[in-house]
């Protein structure tokens, strides 16, 4: 008997073998096989690597979509694979490195100290598009706490620190949506509102409001969603940072959802022109493009709101157009800049607008949806549960009554919404 990897990543994770095999039946369900039988006894038995073979073909499938690495890996002792495994590895090397960051801050407040946390914001806001939420959001709260404390002795560095306290709570109030939090939402984004007021920050201030009007839009709310863009709009003034494209995308999706076809032109064309100015200037020292990552809106996820908000009006065609640029886009582009979570919609997008295309192309949706059966529980976060639901709809209208298919993909979709399961407790500072 040994400490396999798959135990540790169980461990970690703090389940019992009870919910592992609740888990893994959901994974098998999102996958479209048929049902997985393991017993508490067999999955204590591989965990602790007293099983002489592989487990089936199914068992090895459903394994290696949730935990994310291949079943010879998961069975091996965690320490022969520790060096390929990060969230593993480096623990060490992760405390070591937090506590490297404190003595930065030895001396008060100065460049270096200044230049640290703004280092560690603009490394949170990249692994904010491609690892977990709440560890990240963590890290956001902690980079904020300790800006507000080295605020009443920051003298000429003021400015910097209110625009790390104010992303800091922008964020948050970001994350608290993703994870099915819109009620904490806004008291972090107004307290980034304050903060960007203290320091003339206008492009974090309507930053801020973009998340909101972004949450009102997603949740079924277009004309409050409408009216957090304008304000945001209004704070903006006449800087020139990318969160202007964001709002004109914002505002497209939302007149999508009015039914306002010529609304939604309108701002997809006004994105673009906003697009080509910011293409013309640096980022701003006190903006939030300088950090890139989920603060920055790039063409990716510019063609990923189009494709939205096309099809909500019916343009499939173009719909799919855009959704298949900003796949193209994410799966070509940096790796550090790669959003799951938006290539996530777009695929979504892309499933859905080959199910209500003049001639629906079931195949192609399929295809669009295997990559999302693979993502792990833990990325499956709530904000995806309107897109699921929207191709679980599009895959119950009349027309695909008959279809096995349909049913197939359906079910598929079905399950995929039950594990986005929300989490309000984990954004709460």
Not at 36 to 45: N, Y
Not at 228 to 235: C, E, G, L, N
Not at 381 to 403: D, F, K, N, W, Y
């Amino acid at each position: 008997m040994h400490r396999t990897l798959l135990r540790q990543l169980v461990a970690e994770r703090n389940l019992s073998y009870q919910e592992l095999s609740e888990v893994l039946g959901r994974r098998a369900k999102a996958l479209g096989t048929r049902p997985l039988d393991l017993s508490e006894r067999q999955l204590k038995r591989l965990a602790n690597g007293q099983v002489k073979s592989l487990p089936t073909p199914l068992t090895r499938r459903v394994l290696e979509a949730e935990f994310g690495h291949p079943i010879e890996e998961l069975l091996k002792p965690a320490v022969a694979v520790a060096s390929r495994s990060l969230p593993v590895a480096d623990r060490s090397l992760e405390m070591a490195a937090q506590a490297s960051a404190g003595y930065t801050m030895w001396q008060g407040v100065d460049e270096l100290s200044v230049s640290a946390l703004l280092g560690q914001l603009g490394q949170l806001a990249q692994e904010y598009v491609h690892g977990e939420m709440t560890p990240v959001a963590d890290g956001f709260s902690v980079v904020r706490e300790t800006a507000i404390e080295l605020l009443p002795r920051a003298g000429a560095l003021h400015r910097h620190l209110y625009l790390i306290a104010s992303v800091s709570s922008a964020m948050l109030a970001h994350a608290a949506g993703n994870l099915g939090d819109l009620a904490r939402a806004p008291a972090h984004a107004h307290a980034a509102l304050r903060f960007a007021e203290l320091g003339q920050l206008p492009g974090v201030g309507a930053w801020a409001l973009a998340v909101l009007a972004l949450q009102q839009e997603w949740s079924g709310s277009p004309r409050q969603s409408l009216i957090f863009a304008q304000q945001a709009r209004s704070y903006l003034g006449s800087s020139v940072e990318s969160v202007a494209v964001w709002l004109s995308a914002i505002e497209a999706r939302a007149y999508a959802r009015l039914g306002n076809r010529p609304a939604v032109n309108d701002a997809l064309q006004q994105a673009d022109r906003e697009r080509h100015a910011i293409s013309q200037l640096a980022a701003s020292e006190y903006g939030v493009d300088q950090f890139g990552g989920i603060l920055s809106f790039g063409e990716a996820k510019q063609h990923y709101y189009a494709g939205t908000a096309l099809r909500r009006i019916g343009e499939m065609d173009h719909a799919r157009i855009r959704a298949s640029a900003a796949i193209a886009a994410y799966e070509t582009g940096p790796a550090h800049e790669r959003s799951y979570g938006d290539e996530t919609l777009a695929r979504l997008d892309l499933a859905i607008a080959y199910v209500l295309g003049g001639d629906p192309d079931l195949d192609a949706a399929d295809v669009a949806l295997q990559p999302v059966t693979q993502l792990p529980e833990a990325l499956l976060l709530p904000v995806l549960q309107g897109h699921l639901g929207e191709l679980t709809a599009a895959l119950s209208c009349p027309r695909m009554i008959g279809s096995r298919q349909a049913i197939q993909l359906r079910d598929t979709a079905m399950a995929l919404s039950s594990m986005c399961t929300p989490h309000p407790t984990q954004i709460t500072r």
